[in-house]
């Protein structure tokens, strides 16, 4: 049986490559860009008003002559001899012969004459043009992820669609005789699937936004069949359960027959110790055991990164640590991942560790990983945590 440690190097070194994909901006959004964004205009594109207020061929005196008005979105030109002023609004278009705007709210209009309360200086309220960027530079670099922010600061400069790394596509597998969909009768001997749906809201929070659904009762060949159709349908395959040692576990045997490489087989740690990761061509299958709290610690510990590597995210360290909330007797022989909430900068155990149980994993935000072995954690002793 392999480490942690083993396990997710193996895993490193056979991530599938990215591709790239051409998406319209608002699919862009949490993409990884895959090239640099030149902007193709100047921001913004003409001398524009920062202010409601008068456009200003300044001259010595406070007082000036009005000759007319410019609004946002007015195209008509103007030209202005000194002394002359224009009532102008916030994003129009500042005349070329115009050199500062004073806003309207230090100045009063007479007869056609307006007086300015105080003195300007050139160039005030007006934004140059290219101020914020300039036509055919760099607007967003390769690496950058798409936040609303970027979308918008994107489609401010007319693009509608950017290159991106592609998000592979993924198909959940899930296998029991045991399995009833949410919304049926619950009959005596059977349990609700809930793996399919708590690993695509999983998968979401990764921006994955659909995958493949696939079910399967517990018998050989119906097992290999449905892994046969998920591996064609997708590029990285998730099954949930039957990967241990029971009698009706058919998922290894399945992997085997369809030529699937077992990277590695069982990981000393808890929960999750049946986890099998292969590798077929290009696509990676996770088989993960069905028992709920297990499963989502391997996908957090082990799918998770691989979808951010994919993704084109930066090859960051996934645990840090930190200093844990009170005292904690460890005593294990296999490397544990426990439920935790890190809250205030300190980390704390939650209860009801099972792996078949969820209620506190709905209130964790963190994996705490303990090594292996028989030891005393004494309040703020430094542990590791992997935030989810
Ligand atoms: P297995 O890994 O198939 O031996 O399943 C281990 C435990 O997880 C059993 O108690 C199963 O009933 C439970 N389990 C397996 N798959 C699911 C699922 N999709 N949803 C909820 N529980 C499951
Ligand atoms: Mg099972």
């Given at each position: 049986?392999?480490?942690v440690?083993?396990?997710i190097?193996?895993?490193?070194?056979?991530?599938?490559?990215?591709?790239?994909?051409?998406?319209?901006?608002?699919?862009?959004?949490?993409?990884?860009?895959?090239?640099?964004?030149?902007?193709?205009?100047?921001?913004?594109?003409?001398?524009?008003?920062?202010?409601?207020?008068?456009?200003?061929?300044?001259?010595?005196?406070?007082?000036?002559?009005?000759?007319?008005?410019?609004?946002?979105?007015?195209?008509?030109?103007?030209?202005?001899?000194?002394?002359?002023?224009?009532?102008?609004?916030?994003?129009?278009?500042?005349?070329?012969?115009?050199?500062?705007?004073?806003?309207?709210?230090?100045?009063?209009?007479?007869?056609?004459?307006?007086?300015?309360?105080?003195?300007?200086?050139?160039?005030?309220?007006?934004?140059?043009?290219?101020?914020?960027?300039?036509?055919?530079?760099?607007?967003?670099?390769?690496?950058?992820?798409?936040?609303?922010?970027?979308?918008?600061?994107?489609?401010?400069?007319?693009?509608?669609?950017?290159?991106?790394?592609?998000?592979?596509?993924?198909?959940?597998?899930?296998?029991?005789?045991?399995?009833?969909?949410?919304?049926?009768?619950?009959?005596?001997?059977?349990?609700?699937?809930?793996?399919?749906?708590?690993?695509?809201a999983a998968?979401?929070d990764s921006?994955?936004?659909?995958?493949?659904?696939?079910?399967?009762?517990?018998?050989?060949?119906?097992?290999?069949?449905?892994?046969?159709?998920?591996?064609?349908?997708?590029?990285?395959?998730?099954?949930?359960?039957?990967?241990?040692?029971?009698?009706?576990?058919?998922?290894?045997?399945?992997?085997?027959?369809?030529?699937?490489?077992?990277?590695?087989?069982?990981?000393?740690q808890k929960p999750g110790?049946?986890?099998?990761?292969?590798?077929?061509?290009?696509?990676?299958?996770?088989?993960?055991?069905?028992?709920?709290a297990a499963?989502l610690s391997c996908y957090y510990i082990y799918v998770k990164p691989?979808?951010k590597?994919?993704?084109?995210?930066?090859?960051e360290n996934s645990s840090t640590k930190k200093e844990i909330k009170h005292?904690f007797?460890v005593?294990?022989?296999?490397s544990q991942f426990l439920k935790a909430a890190f809250l205030d900068n300190k980390v704390s155990v939650l209860s009801h560790q099972?792996s078949?149980m969820l209620n506190t994993f709905a209130l964790a935000n963190c994996l705490l990983h303990l090594p292996?072995?028989?030891?005393?954690l004494?309040?703020?002793s430094k542990v590791d945590i992997y935030h989810i």
């Amino acid at each position: 049986m392999i480490s942690v440690k083993e396990a997710i190097s193996i895993i490193n070194n056979n991530i599938p490559k990215s591709k790239e994909i051409q998406l319209s901006l608002l699919d862009a959004q949490k993409h990884i860009l895959a090239q640099d964004v030149i902007s193709a205009i100047n921001m913004p594109p003409f001398r524009q008003s920062a202010m409601d207020g008068y456009a200003l061929h300044m001259h010595e005196s406070l007082s000036y002559k009005l000759i007319g008005e410019i609004k946002a979105g007015d195209s008509h030109k103007m030209s202005l001899m000194p002394g002359e002023a224009i009532k102008i609004f916030t994003g129009a278009a500042v005349p070329d012969s115009t050199n500062a705007v004073m806003q309207i709210e230090k100045t009063s209009v007479t007869n056609e004459i307006l007086t300015l309360n105080e003195t300007i200086n050139l160039n005030t309220n007006i934004r140059p043009i290219g101020e914020q960027i300039k036509a055919n530079t760099i607007a967003l670099s390769k690496g950058t992820k798409l936040n609303a922010a970027a979308i918008g600061f994107l489609a401010g400069l007319g693009i509608t669609s950017v290159t991106v790394y592609k998000n592979p596509s993924v198909g959940i597998l899930v296998t029991g005789n045991e399995l009833v969909k949410p919304g049926n009768e619950l009959e005596y001997g059977k349990i609700y699937e809930s793996n399919s749906i708590m690993l695509q809201a999983a998968l979401l929070d990764s921006g994955i936004k659909k995958c493949n659904l696939y079910e399967v009762n517990d018998d050989f060949l119906n097992t290999k069949n449905s892994i046969e159709k998920a591996l064609k349908e997708n590029d990285i395959l998730l099954i949930s359960g039957g990967i241990s040692v029971g009698d009706y576990d058919f998922v290894k045997g399945a992997l085997e027959e369809l030529q699937v490489e077992t990277l590695f087989y069982k990981v000393n740690q808890k929960p999750g110790k049946p986890l099998l990761v292969g590798k077929i061509e290009e696509k990676l299958v996770f088989a993960l055991p069905g028992n709920p709290a297990a499963s989502l610690s391997c996908y957090y510990i082990y799918v998770k990164p691989v979808l951010k590597k994919i993704a084109g995210e930066l090859d960051e360290n996934s645990s840090t640590k930190k200093e844990i909330k009170h005292d904690f007797t460890v005593n294990n022989t296999r490397s544990q991942f426990l439920k935790a909430a890190f809250l205030d900068n300190k980390v704390s155990v939650l209860s009801h560790q099972q792996s078949s149980m969820l209620n506190t994993f709905a209130l964790a935000n963190c994996l705490l990983h303990l090594p292996e072995g028989n030891y005393e954690l004494k309040k703020g002793s430094k542990v590791d945590i992997y935030h989810i």
